[in-house]
């Protein structure tokens, strides 16, 4: 019953900056853990960027510096500064939660939004 769904990705230039959001609904859940995981085409999926329920954050290797994750109640963002074309892909919200009435964890994805940087 949980959703996510994501907005913001587009075309941009490299350089440019772009700001990801993930809106999570449906129902009764706690979030223990979200992420941003990212695909190019005849690629594996990665992930980029993890917050866990009391903050802590986790970003890959080619992103840090440059990319920053915060969750606000339901709303996930990621704030993606000095992008490179190497971070063309499908950006994929993800979310570990909680489901009553047994208290089960889930996991829940999004659809992804695309984002193209350009040379």
């Known amino acids: 019953q949980v959703q996510l769904v994501e907005s913001g990705g587009g075309l941009v230039q490299a350089g440019d900056s772009l700001r990801l959001s993930c809106a999570a609904s449906?129902?009764?859940?706690?979030?223990?853990?979200m992420a941003w995981y990212r695909q190019a085409p005849g690629l594996q999926r990665e992930l980029v960027a993890h917050?866990?329920?009391?903050?802590r954050t986790m970003y890959a290797e080619s992103v840090k510096g440059r990319f920053t994750i915060t969750r606000d109640e339901n709303l996930l963002s990621l704030q993606m500064n000095s992008l490179k074309p190497e971070d063309t892909a499908d950006y994929l919200c993800?979310?570990?939660?909680?489901?009553?009435?047994?208290?089960?964890?889930?996991?829940?994805w999004g659809k992804g939004t695309l984002v193209a940087v350009s040379t």
């Open positions: 917050i866990t329920s009391d903050g």
């Open positions: 449906g129902g009764l859940f706690s979030i223990m853990s």
């Open positions: 993800y979310g570990e939660m909680v489901v009553p009435p047994t208290g089960t964890l889930k996991d829940f």
